[in-house]
């Protein structure tokens, strides 16, 4: 009689943690693919703008990475960031996802000073910010480096120098990341 009871017990429990699992399904928020990531930084009737497209992903080619000009020294400038996947018809906007879910996301611009040095513009709902609008103030001198961006998803923004743009105590995951070479002149 204790078996059969036991038995019982353990077919309703294993039932109800079935039905649980179909009830309440866990939702994934699969990562969208991002094939090209552009920025572009605009003073007062210069725009530079920097692209970086990998239209087959992960496939076997190299991102096609293209910049159209020189950084002017001693210049501030005014720069957005725009993430698409162009694999599928119609294109993706990725940056409109991202722009919603900024709680969720920051963006990371890593160059030497002898560049330039990036200021957050935007804010998520927390205050926090997301990076997807900047400026740049480039360096007094000429120089020649790179710029890389970083797309982090669920980075620490309470982490050390997070706000201020340092990936270092970030963590999360890298959803994009791009280098272009650049040259303030």
């Known amino acids: ?33 991002i094939t090209t990531v552009t920025t572009t930084l605009v003073a007062g009737n210069q725009t530079v703008t920097l692209t970086s497209k990998d239209l087959d992903g992960v496939g076997p080619n190299a991102p096609v990475v ?11 400038y005014t720069g957005s960031t725009t993430f698409l996947n162009e694999s599928v018809t119609p294109v993706d ?5 991202v722009k919603e879910e900024g709680y969720e ?9 002898t560049i330039g040095v990036f200021t957050y513009t935007d804010a998520d709902k927390n205050g926090k910010p997301v990076g997807l609008t900047f400026s740049l103030r480039t ?27 340092s990936i270092t105590n970030a963590g999360g995951a890298t959803d994009a990341q791009v280098t272009f070479p650049v040259q303030v002149k």
Do not use: W
């Open 66 to 76: 293209t910049v159209s000009g020189d950084l002017l020294v001693n210049t501030t």
């Open 139 to 165: 360096a007094a001198a000429p120089a020649t480096g790179t710029l890389t961006v970083v797309l982090r998803h669920e980075p620490n923004k309470d982490a050390a120098g997070v706000a201020t743009g």
């Open 105 to 113: 996301h920051q963006l990371f611009y890593q160059a030497p000073t």
């Open 1 to 33: 009689m204790k078996n059969s009871k036991f038995a019982a017990v353990a077919l309703i429990a294993l039932f109800s943690f079935t039905s649980c699992e179909k009830d309440d399904p866990i939702a994934v928020n699969e990562e969208e693919l």
């Open 93 to 97: 906007n990725i940056t409109a996802e």
